[in-house]
C-alpha cells in the first residue's frame, strides 16, 4: 500500500491542466479546457478538463477521474505504478511494493520481470559475439545481409538465441529467476509433459524497450526460410504488444513534425542507422487504435511506408483511417524499385530516400491512385463506378474546404463538371450525417436504458433503480454534508441499493466517512468506474438545488424504486410457482 498523505500531496502538487496538455491539445471553453478525447475517436471536441477542482471527463466516452485515473487509462498502468509515475513528475519518492500485483492470479513483482528481461537482452547479446559457427552467421546475418555497423548493432542491443533446447532458461536458473517467472516473461515455455523450453531459439533476437528504457519483450526473427519467419512475445506483466511501438524509445526525440511508420523492424533500424531516427514499427500486427492515439502523443504527422504488394496496401489503407481518427495528418510513401526502404536504401542512398519522404503522397492522393488503377476510365461505366468509390472517398473527409479541392482535382482529372461531383458528395455527406443521427440517437436510448453497460452490467436489469442509486451517490460524492445525515442517521444501507456497483461505492463511502478520510477511488476501483462515479458527481454538478430536500427526495425515490423492483420480483416468483404447480398437476392427471 501507498501511503494515503504521500498520494494527497503527489494530486496537490500536480496541475492537472499542465498533465493533459502534453498529452491533448487544449481550448480555453470558460473556466474549463476542451479538447478531442485522447480515448476514443471523435472530431468534435467531448474531453473536459476541470482546473478547479483538477479533475477530466469526456462526455463522449464517459472516462473520467483525477490526475491518477488519466494516467492509468493514457499510459495502460495499474494504480500503484500510476502513483509512482506522478510521483516521480511532482519530485515525491514513492515506497512501492511490487510483490502485491498479481497476474492472471498468480503474485508477481513488475520490476523483477523487467530486471529478467535486461539479463535475457545482455545473454542473447552476448551470444551474438560468441566464437561458435551459429552465432558467427548470426553476426553476418546483421552485418553483411543487412548492412549494419556494429555500432547499430549495440545501439539497439540486438542478439542472438542459439539453437539450444534449454541453454537459455539454465543460464537465466543460474542468475536466480525460476522457471515460473520465465514462462510469465514469455521466454520459456512448459511443454504439456511438464518440460520446460527456451522460447526462442536460433534467431535474431530484437529486444524491444518502452519510452522509459524498460526491456518489455522481445521479437526473434529467422535467418532463412523458416517459418514463422518471426515470433513475438506474447503479451505479459509489463508488455501488451497492442498499445506499444518498436524503436518510439528513441523516435520520440526526433518526431515532433513526423513519424515514419514502418512494417518491420529491421525496416526501422536501416532508417535509424541512415539517420531517420523518427521511424517506428508495430510489433508483428495491424496498427490498433491505442497506437494510433499512442503516435499522436509525440506526433502530428505519420508517414506510412509500407510495402508496395496488396497486403500492404490494405494495411496502409486500414493504417490511414485509424490514423486520421486521432487527427493526424497522414501520407504514403511510394517505394520504386524496392520492396521496402531498408532495400531502397541499399541501392540508392539516404539522399534519395529523403527525397522520397519529402514528396509521399497525402491521403486523398493515395487512395485516389489506388482507385483509379482499379478502372478504365476511358470506358463510360469504368469511369462511373471509380467515380462512385472517389465520392465515398472524398465524403469521408470533414472539411467542406477540403472536400472542395478534391472535387476540383477529380473534376479536372476525369473531365467530369465540378457541379456534378460536388452534388453526389453532398448528397453521401448528408447520408452519413442522417445515418451518424440516428446511430447516436439510438446510443443514448440504449444508454439511458444500461444496455450494453460494462461498467455496472445490472444497470439495465432495473434502469429505474440504477437511476435513483447514481442520484444519490452523485450527492453524496458531491457534498459532505450530505455524508453525515445518511451515514450518521442510518438513512441507508447496503440492502437499499440493487447494483452490485452501486452498493460498492456506498459501503466505500460509509467505511471512509467513519474513518475519517477522503474517498480515494483509483485505489479501489478500475478506471471504467471511477469515470462512472465521475459522471455521477457531474450530473449533479450541472443542478442548481442539491439542499437536504432533494437528498431526501432521492433517498425516497430509491427506496421506492427498490421495492417496486422487489414487489415485482416477487410476483414473478409466485407466477412461476404457480405455473409449476400447474404442470405437475397437469401431469398427474
Not at 539450444?164 to 522457471?179: C, I, V
Not at 462512472?532 to 442548481?544: N, P, W
Request: some cysteine; aromatic content about 10%; hydrophobic content about 40%.
Amino acid at each position: 500500500m501507498i501511503a494515503r498523505e504521500v498520494v494527497d500531496e503527489i494530486l496537490q502538487r500536480t496541475d492537472i491542466e499542465s498533465l493533459i496538455s502534453s498529452y491533448v491539445s487544449l481550448k480555453r471553453a470558460g473556466s474549463n479546457l476542451k479538447g478531442l478525447c485522447p480515448f476514443h475517436s471523435e472530431k468534435s471536441p467531448s474531453f473536459t478538463v476541470f482546473p478547479a477542482d483538477n479533475s477530466f471527463y469526456c462526455f463522449g466516452c464517459g472516462v473520467g477521474g483525477n490526475a491518477i485515473t488519466f494516467v492509468r487509462q493514457i499510459e495502460h498502468m495499474d494504480y500503484p505504478d500510476a502513483v509512482v509515475y506522478l510521483g516521480k513528475r511532482a519530485g515525491i519518492t514513492v515506497v512501492q511494493d511490487n510483490t502485491r500485483d498479481t497476474y492472471q492470479g498468480k503474485r508477481i513483482d513488475k520490476s523483477r520481470i523487467l530486471k529478467m528481461n535486461v539479463d535475457a537482452a545482455k545473454y542473447f547479446h552476448s551470444c551474438l559475439f560468441g566464437k561458435d559457427a551459429a552465432a558467427q552467421n548470426a553476426l553476418r546475418y546483421f552485418t553483411e545481409q543487412r548492412g549494419l555497423s556494429i555500432a547499430t548493432i549495440r545501439h539497439f542491443g540486438l542478439g542472438f538465441a542459439p539453437d539450444s533446447f534449454d541453454a537459455f532458461g539454465k543460464h537465466m536458473r543460474s542468475l536466480g529467476y525460476t522457471y515460473d517467472e520465465l514462462v510469465t516473461g514469455f521466454l520459456c515455455g512448459k511443454s504439456e509433459r511438464g518440460t520446460y523450453y527456451d522460447a526462442f531459439r536460433n534467431r535474431v533476437m530484437f529486444p524491444i524497450i518502452d519510452v522509459s528504457g524498460n526491456v518489455i519483450a522481445f521479437g526473434g526473427r529467422v535467418m532463412d526460410d523458416s517459418k514463422p519467419k518471426y515470433k513475438n512475445s506474447s503479451d505479459t506483466p509489463v508488455f501488451k504488444k497492442l498499445r506499444n511501438l518498436f524503436a518510439l524509445n528513441y523516435a520520440r526525440h526526433t518526431c515532433a513534425e513526423s513519424l515514419i511508420l514502418c512494417e518491420g523492424y529491421m525496416d526501422v533500424i536501416a532508417l535509424h542507422a541512415a539517420g531517420f531516427t523518427n521511424a517506428v514499427a508495430t510489433l508483428g500486427t495491424a496498427i490498433t487504435s491505442d497506437q494510433a492515439r499512442l503516435m499522436s502523443r509525440y506526433t502530428k504527422r505519420v508517414i506510412i511506408t509500407y510495402d508496395a504488394d496488396e497486403a500492404g496496401q490494405k494495411a496502409a489503407v486500414r493504417a490511414m483511417g485509424m490514423l486520421g481518427d486521432v487527427g493526424l495528418e497522414v501520407s504514403v510513401l511510394k517505394i520504386p524499385d524496392a520492396k521496402d526502404p531498408d532495400e531502397y536504401i541499399k541501392k540508392f542512398g539516404k539522399d534519395r530516400f529523403r527525397s522520397l519522404i519529402e514528396n509521399s503522397r497525402s491521403k486523398f492522393e493515395y487512395n485516389m491512385e489506388r482507385i483509379l488503377s482499379k478502372y478504365h476510365v476511358e470506358f463510360p461505366q469504368e469511369k462511373i463506378n471509380a467515380l462512385v468509390e472517389i465520392v465515398e472517398l472524398i465524403s469521408g473527409f470533414y472539411s467542406e474546404v477540403e472536400r472542395d479541392v478534391y472535387i476540383q482535382a477529380v473534376s479536372k482529372q476525369l473531365d467530369v463538371p465540378f457541379a456534378s461531383v460536388k452534388a453526389d458528395v453532398n448528397r453521401r455527406v448528408k447520408q452519413k450525417n442522417n445515418r451518424y443521427m440516428k446511430e447516436e440517437a439510438q446510443k443514448a436510448r440504449q444508454t439511458a436504458a444500461g444496455f450494453s453497460d460494462k461498467v455496472n452490467p445490472d444497470f439495465a436489469k432495473a434502469p429505474s433503480v440504477a437511476k435513483s442509486e447514481e442520484n444519490v451517490i452523485g450527492l453524496l460524492v458531491l457534498f459532505e454534508n450530505h455524508q453525515k445525515k445518511v451515514f450518521e442517521g442510518e438513512l441507508l444501507a447496503e440492502t437499499d441499493f440493487y447494483t452490485e456497483l452501486g452498493r460498492r461505492v456506498f459501503s466505500y463511502l460509509k467505511q471512509c466517512y467513519h474513518e475519517g478520510v477522503a474517498p480515494n477511488f483509483d485505489e479501489n476501483f478500475s478506471p471504467e468506474e471511477v469515470g462512472r462515479i465521475a459522471r455521477m458527481k457531474l450530473s449533479r454538478m450541472q443542478l442548481t438545488e442539491n439542499g437536504d430536500g432533494v437528498l431526501a427526495e432521492a433517498i425516497e425515490s430509491l427506496k421506492s424504486a427498490m421495492q417496486r423492483k422487489s414487489a415485482e420480483g416477487a410476483s414473478t416468483i409466485d407466477a412461476l410457482s404457480s405455473l409449476i404447480n400447474r404442470m405437475r398437476n397437469s401431469n398427474d392427471n
